[in-house]
């Protein structure tokens, strides 16, 4: 064996010793050696992140051609990395309560686990590895949905993730065996040659297709999404609905383009249907919801439906358009969830939007943030979400596809709707009785919060980002 | 040259500085930072013009842009993006030099004439915004930054002139000038598209390029009711200068301006802001003249008509800010007229050399004269006329300077603007008869109203009763307290001494040598036959002034009679302003806005209601699909996943 290869996993290894370390930290420091434990796992995941940004040589294929790291990859990692962290810092508080300060070692070194899965997704070249990836994110999330162990909608929540994750994988492996037995390999490289559109292979990619759509959440996919977000720890939900969102939304691009390019007469389809479908009905749920993070699910829900809305183009804008957009949805939506994490942690776990009226009179920069966010999920100009969508819909505009870009803008007028129904209710609406009152958010969040708000504008503003993703996204 | 960038920035980030953080300064903190950071801004731009001019600007003996610092800020497509950059050449770097030098003047001043008025801070703040917005529209690399910087001049004019917002009409004021100078905007909009649309660009560089060879080319001779469309796009975009710059009919703004601070006129409504037409033209200069020739006779023309019907309005004012803001206007059409009327290339470019030149010394005298008007509002708490005389011997220096940008702006030689009107007056006699004559006419009666106004303050004897001095004071709201007028404060008679200096030596600069239409340097001689023209044409004109308004005499009064309706006409401004109320509220609002609102009730609020109440009924009836069921949840999945796969593959 060529232990070079070794090599371009730099980002894989540096995860694998953090999780071992922490691991063996949590399990054997002394109690008084364990109040540092969550300054020392941010720290160290902080300069894994930093490390990710150094730009390495060790591009190309490796073991083979199963794994492939090249500067798009080490980009989306660097994108979940952020994200993680971000993740990190705004669940530092709620890990520190009565319930859950014994056992947030846990919490870190499953979250690593679930992302070393997701790493290994984004870096398959072979759908074997994108199998073991994926159940790699995908058990341990359950455990993490399910972390509030003694609150019934978590356990609900764990158990629901669990069984639709066994069944949705179930699913993807016999698409799987579909595609090997029609083309005799797991090679993506080696497969693309061959794909053409046999009724088999229809049939396995359908499959296989479903198993990614239940993690990105489209519908029919879907049902899952909100029972689940709702009921594990907000922390948690923000992973889910960006972080494992992101990964699939990577694998997928990959899978489409490198192996499926030949048919992209037919999951083009697919997808215009399906994209169509998740923003409408995404849309539609939303507007009912009463419970913020169910909300916030429905409208990561209708989200999906754009990234697909960028997929479908199959042009480098188009893929450059939708990593941009996750880049942008990722600052966004976990600004939101910041938000909803400080407000939950003083309310004593009330997650209504009830609970958001008259936020602007008690704590006006959260309510401040929570307005950026939703501006700029909504994707009204000048905020980074405006020029995702744009580029987003640009980039099918130029493939034609004006019935898409149509529906898909008639659900943005929508989707205003009910965002501005949170910021009415922050702005408009009078305070409950037992509401919030002033607080002071913890320093972690607090950290979180601002890096959401300097991405919202830095990247709303510097057309270097988009660029830079653009340079990338040749050659895939 | 790239620290030439910070000119713009500095003034950026004091705005944002003094605009955030300015309240909890004390007030005379706020001013000193503001005027200490416009101080460096003006040191840097005397640095990039000694450099420009004296070291690297030359190349071959032909002045070329340098473009320092170009930065993409939005990208859309290949061909449209829209970048932000520095750009320096003759024009934008003599630009550079005319507004922070005034600039600076104008915040020194301050210091002194808004002491102790509520919202100092606030002021600067504006004060700096809007130099940040004009220095960055000086250099402009492409078009749509000069348009970008183009409105944020117009809101932080706007912001000034509304800055005493509790006075009804000076927040009428302000909103007649954002709207008239916006409603010109759009043609400058539409116009940039249409250019850019043929062109495929907005960058200066290209569109100036080889006698403007990429404009000629790409319109290919395409019509458009008669006029080609190349014609149609830089009339538009003349339009928004027009706007800009006060030419008739848009130039009901400028006077009611007058209502902010009188400093924040002598920088924007004198010396900057409203060149920035002038300006815009003449950085489209190749662009007009190989083009659309017939746009710039029709640029002569309006600035003509429009310097005459200013210079005749102007004789009949009696608020001084009126009489200075009228002159403005007459004098920016000269400007404008000296490029409608200029040719390219050496002697032939004599206009538009005359042009910049004009725009020049007009800034540093115009400006002096503003404040000087201040000055004089300062001590008496009135901007009428009625209300003054014989203010010399109480303030000295005031009229000092104040004569001296009157002797300036009548083109009395050796005053700068003696050079700089002879020149336009020049390259108008050699065009075209008919205009020439119409500028001598408008320089005998700029040198009447100049000198009327100056006698009257100065000399003479104040018209009316005591007790209405005191009545328009309280008026003014600066304390009722009558007292004997005194000379101003040492921050605000510097920036008259040095401005008074600029005034009496800028007509010395050769610049030909600098500044030319083809940026090749030239040289120019006075036309001795126009210059002795404009000079008797003058001093005339300051002899009738003198007998008339020198000693209090009946004589005005008596004149004013026997000209009778065409006085009352001139005194009423023409009537523009009712003939615009009655175009707009009339024509525009009854047959125009009645309809579209209708259609906006009842087609686009109808249709969103109805999108509206499909989503929440269709929401409602697809709730049940969201059970909590798991096993529900797994049916659908694989129900799914089947349906899928048969439609792709039976459909």
Same mark, same amino acid.
């Given at each position: 064996m060529n232990f070079d290869n070794f090599l371009y996993m730099g980002q894989e290894i540096g995860l694998v010793i953090l999780f071992v370390f922490l691991f063996l930290y949590d399990t054997f420091c002394s109690e008084k050696g364990k109040k540092y434990f969550q300054v020392i796992a941010i720290s160290l995941f902080v300069l894994l992140t930093a490390y990710g940004f150094c730009p390495t040589t060790f591009t190309g294929e490796a073991f083979g051609g199963m794994y492939v790291n090249s500067a798009m990859t080490a980009f989306m990692k660097n994108i979940l990395n952020v994200a993680t962290l971000i993740v990190f810092l705004q669940s530092a508080q709620w890990?520190?309560?009565? $319930?859950?300060?014994?056992?947030?070692?846990?919490f870190y070194t499953i979250t690593l686990v679930t992302l070393l899965g997701m790493y290994l997704m984004v870096s398959a070249n072979n759908f074997m590895l994108l199998y073991i990836g994926m159940e790699t994110a995908s058990l341990p999330l359950a455990c993490l949905a399910a972390f509030n162990k003694y609150k019934e909608k978590s356990a609900e929540a764990g158990v629901k993730y669990i069984l639709i994750s066994a069944f949705s994988s179930g699913i993807m492996l016999f698409g799987l065996s579909f595609l090997y037995g029609g083309l005799g390999t797991f090679y993506f490289s080696d497969m693309t040659a061959n794909v053409s559109a046999s009724p088999l292979v229809i049939l396995g990619f359908v499959f296989f297709f479903g198993g990614l759509g239940f993690k990105l959440s489209l519908v029919p996919f879907h049902l899952w999404t909100a029972d689940v977000y709702e009921g594990a720890p907000t922390g948690v939900t923000a992973y889910l609905s960006v972080v494992s969102k992101g990964a699939a939304a990577f694998a997928l691009i990959f899978a489409l383009y490198k192996v499926f390019a030949p048919i992209e007469i037919v999951w083009e389809h697919i997808l215009w249907w399906l994209s169509v479908i998740t923003i409408t009905l995404g849309n539609l749920f939303a507007i009912r919801q009463k419970d913020i993070k169910r909300f916030f699910a429905f409208s990561s829900i209708s989200q999906a439906g754009y990234i697909l809305l960028g997929i479908i183009?199959?042009?480098?804008? $188009? @893929?450059?358009? @939708?990593?941009?957009?996750?880049?942008?949805?990722?600052?966004?939506?976990?600004?939101?969830? $910041?938000?909803i994490a400080a407000v939950e942690n003083h309310s004593k776990g009330d997650s209504r939007i009830s609970a958001f009226n008259g936020l602007y009179k008690s704590n006006p920069v959260l309510a401040f943030i929570m307005m950026l966010a939703v501006f700029s999920l909504g994707g009204i100009p000048p905020f980074a979400g405006f020029f995702s969508k744009f580029f987003i819909f640009m980039a099918a505009a130029e493939q034609g596809q004006y019935m898409l870009v149509f529906i898909a803008l008639l659900n943005t007028v929508i989707s205003l709707f009910y965002y501005l129904l949170i910021i009415k209710a922050m702005f408009i609406n009078e305070a409950e009785e037992n509401a919030i009152t002033r607080f002071r958010t913890d320093n972690y969040n607090r950290i979180s919060l601002i890096i959401c708000v300097i991405g919202i504008f830095v990247i709303g503003f510097l057309s270097a980002v988009y660029g830079h993703i653009g340079d990338l996204s040749f050659g895939i | 040259m790239?620290?030439?960038?910070?000119?713009?920035?500095?003034?950026?980030?004091?705005?944002? &500085?003094?605009?955030?953080?300015g309240t909890k300064l004390k007030s005379i903190v706020a001013g000193i930072i503001g005027t200490i950071g416009m101080g460096i801004c003006a040191v840097l731009a005397y640095t990039v013009a000694y450099q420009y001019f004296f070291g690297i600007g030359k190349t071959n003996g032909e002045w070329v842009k340098q473009i320092p610092l170009n930065f993409e800020w939005l990208r859309f497509t290949e061909n449209l993006h829209i970048d932000l950059g520095v750009l320096l050449d003759p024009i934008s770097v003599m630009m550079l030099v005319v507004i922070t030098t005034v600039s600076l003047m104008v915040h020194i001043y301050s210091l002194g004439y808004m002491k102790g008025e509520t919202g100092f801070q606030r002021y600067y703040a504006f004060l700096s915004l809007f130099s940040f917005s004009m220095l960055g529209l000086v250099v402009a690399t492409n078009i749509f930054q000069m348009y970008i910087f183009w409105e944020l001049v117009g809101v932080s004019s706007y912001s000034l002139i509304g800055f005493y917002y509790t006075k009804p009409s000076a927040v009428a004021a302000s909103k007649k000038a954002f709207i008239v100078t916006r409603f010109a905007d759009l043609g400058f909009l539409i116009g940039i598209l249409i250019l850019s649309f043929y062109t495929k660009t907005f960058d200066f560089g290209l569109l100036t390029a080889d006698h403007a060879s990429l404009v000629t080319t790409s319109f290919a001779g395409g019509t458009f009711m008669g006029l080609s469309i190349a014609t149609w796009a830089l009339a538009l975009i003349f339009m928004g200068g027009a706007g800009k710059s006060a030419m008739f009919p848009l130039?009901? =703004?400028?006077p009611d301006a007058m209502e902010g601070p009188t400093p924040v006129s002598a920088l924007i409504h004198a010396a900057t802001m409203v060149v920035a037409g002038v300006y815009l033209v003449a950085r489209l200069f190749p662009v007009y003249i190989f083009a659309a020739p017939d746009v710039l006779e029709m640029i002569a023309f309006v600035g003509a008509f429009t310097a005459l019907f200013a210079a005749v309005i102007a004789i009949t004012q009696t608020d001084i800010k009126r009489v200075l803001a009228f002159s403005t206007i007459s004098q920016i059409a000269y400007m404008m007229v000296a490029l409608g009327v200029s040719g390219y290339g050496d002697h032939e470019g004599l206009g538009y050399m005359a042009s910049m030149f004009h725009l020049f010394t007009h800034a540093f005298f115009k400006a002096l004269l503003f404040l000087g008007a201040g000055s004089v509002i300062h001590a008496v708490h009135s901007n009428e006329m009625s209300a003054m005389g014989g203010l010399h011997k109480y303030m000295k220096i005031t009229s000092i300077t104040f004569f001296i940008a009157?002797? /300036?702006?009548? !083109?009395? +030689? +050796? &005053?700068?603007?003696?050079?700089?009107?002879?020149?336009?007056? /020049?390259a108008a006699f050699h065009h075209q008869p008919v205009i020439f004559w119409t500028l001598w006419v408008v320089a005998g009666l700029t040198a009447f109203y100049m000198f009327r106004l100056y006698f009257s303050i100065f000399w003479n004897t104040p018209k009316s009763p005591k007790g209405d001095l005191?009545?328009?004071?309280?008026?003014?709201?600066v304390g009722g307290e009558h007292h004997k007028p005194h000379e101003s404060p040492a921050p605000m008679t510097i920036p008259l001494i040095i401005l008074a200096v600029f005034s009496i030596f800028t007509g010395l600069i050769p610049f030909a040598d600098f500044i030319s239409s083809d940026n090749i340097p030239f040289h120019t001689h006075i036309d001795w036959t126009v210059a002795i023209m404009s000079i008797a044409v003058a001093v005339i004109g300051i002899t009738i002034a003198f007998m008339l308004y020198f000693k209090d005499s009946k004589q005005p009064a008596r004149i004013a009679q026997a000209m009778g309706g065409f006085y009352q006409a001139a005194l009423h401004k023409f009537y523009m302003d009712e003939i615009?109320? =009655? %175009?707009? #509220?009339? %024509?525009?609002?009854?047959?125009?806005?009645? +309809?579209?609102? =209708?259609?906006?009730?009842?087609?686009?609020?109808?249709?969103?209601?109805?999108?509206?109440?499909?989503? #929440?009924?269709?929401? /409602? !009836?697809?709730? !049940?699909? #969201?059970? !909590?069921? %798991? #096993?529900?949840? /797994?049916?659908?999945?694989?129900?799914?996943?089947? %349906?899928?796969?048969?439609?792709?593959?039976?459909?």
């Open positions: 890990l520190s309560s009565e $319930g859950t300060s014994h056992r947030r070692g846990e183009t199959g042009t480098a804008q $188009g @893929m450059t358009a @939708m990593v941009f957009f996750l880049l942008v949805y990722l600052f966004s939506n976990l600004a939101a969830f $910041g938000v | 790239e620290y030439s960038l910070f000119i713009v920035v500095i003034p950026f980030l004091l705005f944002l &500085f003094l605009g955030l953080l130039h009901i =703004w400028l009157c002797l /300036a702006i009548a !083109g009395i +030689p +050796p &005053f700068s603007g003696f050079f700089s009107k002879d020149e336009i007056l /020049a005191v009545h328009s004071a309280s008026l003014q709201g615009w109320m =009655w %175009v707009t #509220q009339t %024509v525009i609002f009854r047959y125009i806005c009645e +309809p579209i609102k =209708w259609f906006d009730r009842h087609i686009i609020d109808g249709s969103m209601n109805g999108l509206a109440w499909i989503t #929440q009924k269709s929401s /409602a !009836g697809i709730k !049940g699909l #969201q059970s !909590g069921k %798991v #096993q529900f949840y /797994a049916w659908v999945f694989i129900f799914g996943s089947i %349906v899928i796969a048969a439609l792709v593959l039976f459909l």
